[in-house]
């Protein structure tokens, strides 16, 4: 397939799911979005799901273009950019929809072996991130001898319930990223490290 | 109708929901798992939809007198009484697939208003909970001086990525909980309070 027709067809499929949500999402909704016919998607994609799990790779090379930080720089700066990603919720109308969409599907996941690879990875990814820098920083001695691990576990669990957060409860206040950095600045950080930018 | 066919009803839900999900379930499905018929089930409930609201108020009833910890007890082991049952993982097949369920409702619920407030008041009830154990925690003096609204909404957005976890990845470790005692340790006990058991 050209790729610009791949690139019409993920975005029919974003805005497919804004606005109809996973679970009433129908193959003609996407082609709604774009200019080719239902006859067109099925020729690409046989069925709703393999269109869904293509558009899930095409988000998580996004995702991990986005998150991937020059391995040089600072690892608190890095820990910041990163949290900062993670921490942020959806500005507009579209990236919650699109949130939401994205809760649904990982809600499916446990029901379908195809999504439930898919959803993983992008935990994985955040998990292997966050672990990547943490031990960047206890080599260069700006952060305690935490186990990398287990902590990358803790702020993985954390970005999850931001994100439940934002789409069940609209909840879009910055405290939990304030007490985060909290925690990072008193959990984390050794004891002679320059404070976080930012607190 | 009598509080045993409620009862039984609300059972019926349950185990429907652990077997079918929640996108797919039916009224005949829940009739199945109960000695009614799906005309009975109509005969008290118009619809899924209200037989479902019902189940999530009685879901609440339930959790409610289960969280609520006598207030005359130790800050500290009222807090940890409140993590071990918001953080311990399910332990069986069919509490896991109930959780499943859950977070099916939770992603349904920006699309529907009744699903949403009835889903917020779990969280609003769980962060009233922690709220009044920190007050009376740094009242007594045995918590640090902190902001109890913004601890409290890190707490339950915390509970809620381990909801998710559990799900999504089947992940039971309790490392998040091992973490979680670490930063109460260091970020809310007074410096002279006693270490908090189990950590």
């Not at 082609?31 to 080719?36: G, H, I, L, V, Y």
């Not at 690409?44 to 991990?64: P, R, V």
């Not at 507009?92 to 029901?111: G, M, S, V």
């Not at 001898?145 to 576990?153: F, H, K």
């Amino acid at each position: 397939m050209a790729e610009n027709t791949t690139d019409e067809l993920m975005r029919a499929t974003y805005l497919a799911l804004c606005k109809h949500g996973y679970a009433d999402l129908t193959m003609q909704d996407i082609a709604d979005e774009s200019t080719k016919s239902k006859a067109a998607l099925h020729y690409h994609y046989d069925t709703k799901q393999e269109l869904l799990l293509a558009f899930l790779s095409f988000l998580y090379a996004n995702f991990e273009e986005r998150i991937r930080t020059p391995a040089r720089s600072d690892p608190t700066d890095r820990l910041m950019t990163f949290i900062d990603s993670a921490l942020t919720p959806p500005q507009r109308d579209d990236q919650l929809a699109f949130q939401t969409a994205i809760l649904e599907i990982k809600a499916q996941a446990p029901y379908d072996d195809e999504f439930s690879e898919h959803i993983a990875r992008f935990d994985d990814l955040l998990s292997e991130q966050c672990r990547s820098v943490i031990v960047d920083g206890i080599e260069q001695g700006v952060f305690r001898e935490v186990d990398p691990d287990a902590v990358a576990t803790f702020f993985v669990t954390l970005f999850n319930g931001a994100h439940v957060r934002w789409v069940t409860e609209n909840q879009a206040d910055d405290r939990t990223r304030a007490l985060f950095i909290n925690y990072i600045q008193s959990q984390l950080l050794a004891e002679d490290a320059p404070a976080v930018v930012g607190e």
